[in-house]
């Protein structure tokens, strides 16, 4: 288990998906899940803003 993971399960409740390998736990009050780099999955609202952000700048490069 990478150690950070241990650290964030060992101070909140956390539980691993061993069909997908991923965490779930809790992180600035939501519930997010993690892969076992410690990097969040990121939410649909979240991947949308990244997605706006990258069309955004494209179009920006373009003009």
């Known amino acids: 288990m990478n150690p950070r993971i ?3 399960c060992s101070l909140l409740p956390c539980l691993f998906g061993q069909q997908l390998e ?3 736990g809790v992180y600035e009050g939501k519930l997010r899940y993690f892969t076992t780099d410690n990097q969040s999955i990121p939410t649909p609202e979240e991947k949308a803003i990244e997605e706006q952000t990258r069309a ?3 179009e920006a ?3």
């Open 61 to 63: 490069r373009a003009n």
């Open 6 to 8: 241990f650290l964030l």
């Open 22 to 24: 991923l965490y779930l």
């Open 56 to 58: 955004q700048q494209a």
